[in-house]
T-cell receptor, first 113, second 115 residues
């Protein structure tokens, strides 16, 4: 069955430290991959997306993600987090022959001073 | 950039009444719109997909008679929660795409509370 998994429910990181959020998918063919961020009570903002090409994708707010076909992963990283990065992060995928976006369970990021 | 406006942002209604939520694409034509439901601390669950001028396609387990979706124009889709009950209380989010694209723009969501 097709699925997208975010293994970490909650991550706490110190301000200025690096952050990595994991995302794994299970699809027959490589889907299109997205990372979104959601602040409390708000909609979703696109951080970055991967369709093809360079496997290291740069996004907004200093985020990047690396697509690894061999591991069926699309992990999100930020070298140095800011207190404003505290939010819910969702990995999402859509098969290349469809338009329905499916979301992982999300990872809550807490930033401590 | 693409903007999707969702209204209202928050609504409280009495049990048994109906509530309409609007989703508008402000600066592009949204051939496809999606409606999601999000429970507290949970992920987004796709409820239905609507294409302009067509009937919505509902995901398995979503009651189409309770959650009426209309996509009458290329810029407006509405979700009506009919005969709302407390268990319908949730955060509802819409998303819109252009024709042939995988660029999704999300509304800011609607917090529905049924009392």
């Amino acid at each position: 069955a097709q699925s997208v998994t975010q293994p970490d429910i909650h991550i706490t990181v110190s301000e200025g430290a690096s952050l990595e959020l994991r995302c794994n998918y299970s699809y027959g063919a490589t889907p299109y991959l997205f990372w979104y961020v959601q602040s409390p009570g708000q909609g979703l903002q696109l951080l970055l997306k991967y369709f093809s090409g360079d496997t290291l994708v740069q996004g907004i707010k200093g985020f990047e993600a690396e697509f690894k076909r061999s591991q069926s992963s699309f992990n999100l990283r930020k070298p140095s987090v800011h207190w404003s990065d505290a939010a819910e992060y969702f990995c999402a995928v859509v098969p290349s022959n469809d338009y329905k976006l499916s979301f992982g369970a999300g990872t809550t990021v807490t930033v401590r001073a | 950039g693409a903007v999707v406006s969702q209204h209202p942002s928050r609504v409280i209604c009495k049990s048994g009444t109906s509530v309409k939520i609007e989703c508008r694409s402000l600066d592009f034509q949204a051939t496809t719109m999606f409606w999601y439901r999000q429970f507290p601390k949970k992920s987004l669950m796709l409820m239905a997909t609507s294409n302009e001028g067509s009937k919505a396609t509902y995901e398995q387990g979503v009651e189409k008679d309770k959650f009426l979706i209309n996509h009458a124009s290329l810029t407006l889709s509405t979700l009506t929660v009919t005969s709302a009950h407390p268990e319908d209380s949730s955060f509802y989010i819409c998303s819109a795409t252009r024709q042939g694209g995988w660029s999704y723009t999300f509304g800011s969501g609607t917090r529905l509370t049924v009392v």
